[in-house]
């Protein structure tokens, strides 16, 4: 009774309204395309979002994780331990500095970085062997920092949060408080990404937060090409037009019209998170009894539902009818050691159990705001209907 209604559905999707385009159209003309007042207003309007003290725009996710890694010093001499269900920049930061990445498995129920095994890995070496962790929030699960920081402390590690998946998601801590994605409370530094796909868009962009403000500084300049022009860090002034190059810096600026865009979206953040969530609960309710699921996402208090994720029989049979009716889920992620690339660095088929076993039946269902209830009732009815075949 769907079909005839339903237009390709894919797994994510930008959602763009009126106002978001007048936000645009208002920064175009406006005096400034980049490096003008939107840049710092969306950083602040961010900010207050996540309850931190400093947030850094910047062009991408993955760039925010390289400013990060750099801000941290990361060189030929660390080692930094992440997920291998993540996408490839939760790695690569390390790689572009010269570091070295180590992976531990996930937890079989959450697809989280498994704080179990993380502290066995670290017991199992001398302290100093490592410098740093790069923890996940991941599909929008948030990650428990509170018992991380205290993992870190025991073994002098530095902790990002990549929280592309997670703005507006928290945790519950020991005392019960919640604790947002990305507040600077236990980790050192946090990443958001605003590709189209994600919660906030900026077409493309991202944000670091930290309570540090002698890191919120060093990224400030390693962002900008490594110049600055505050008077107060000049080592010489010679007028107005005066600026120096301190550090080896890049350009991983945003646009005040990206910028623009952000500040727009934000004000719809909470709304449509909400939404993210009442979506959840529908996949929850009608997959829970169904013996062809191994495993869902399920409905999570805090969870961000960047994405909602089964694992399921069949996957792949189950993919290509789903494409067939014009449903286009996705398979978030291939393990990181199961790229060509990181197993010339040494990993090999068999070495994370759990992340293997996630990655043969994982599947990405349909999640975004704009996903009507006509639309998700068709998935969930074409799935069914898939292994009523069976």
Known sequence: MFEKKIKLIPYGKQCINDADIEAVVHALR????????????FEKAFASYVGVS???AVSNGTTALHLCA?????NETTR?????????????????????????????????????????????????????????????????????????????????????????????????KIEKCGNGKHADLAVFSFHPVKHITTGEGGMITT????LYNKLKLLRTHGITREKNRLKEDHGGWYYEMQELGYNYRLTDFQSALGI?????????????????????????????????????????????????????ELYNYLKNKSIYCQVHYIPIHLMPYYQTLGWKTGDFPNAEYYYEHCLS??????????????????????????
Not at 70 to 74: G, S
Not at 211 to 214: G, M, P, Q
Request: with cysteine.
């Open 365 to 390: 269902l349909p999640m975004f705001p704009t996903l009507s209830d006509d639309e998700q009732q068709f998935v969930m009815a074409t799935i069914n209907e898939h292994f009523s075949h069976d």
């Open 30 to 41: 406006d005096e400034y395309l980049t490096q003008g007042p939107k840049i710092e207003e």
């Open 211 to 214: 309570n540090s403000l002698e």
């Open 54 to 56: 400093y947030a850094l």
């Open 80 to 176: 930094v331990i992440t997920t291998p269900i993540t996408f490839v920049a939760s790695a690569n930061c390390i790689l572009y500095c010269g570091g070295t990445v180590d992976l531990c498995d996930v937890n079989p129920s959450s697809f989280l970085l498994d704080l179990d095994k993380l502290e066995k890995k670290l017991a199992s070496n001398p302290k100093g062997f490592y410098s740093g962790i790069v923890a996940v929030d991941f599909a929008g699960y948030p990650v428990d920092l509170e018992r991380l920081r205290k993992i870190a402390d025991a073994n002098s590690l530095w902790i990002i949060e990549d929280a592309c998946h997670s703005p507006g998601g928290f945790f519950l801590n020991s005392s019960n």
């Open 264 to 316: 727009s979206q934000l004000k719809h953040a909470t709304d449509r998170l909400n939404v993210r969530k009442e979506i959840a609960k529908k996949y929850w309710s009608f997959f829970k009894d169904k013996d062809y699921i191994i495993t869902q996402s399920g409905y999570v208090v805090g969870h961000a539902y960047h994405l909602y994720i089964i694992l399921t029989k069949g996957r792949l």
């Open 70 to 74: 750099l801000a941290l010093k990361v």
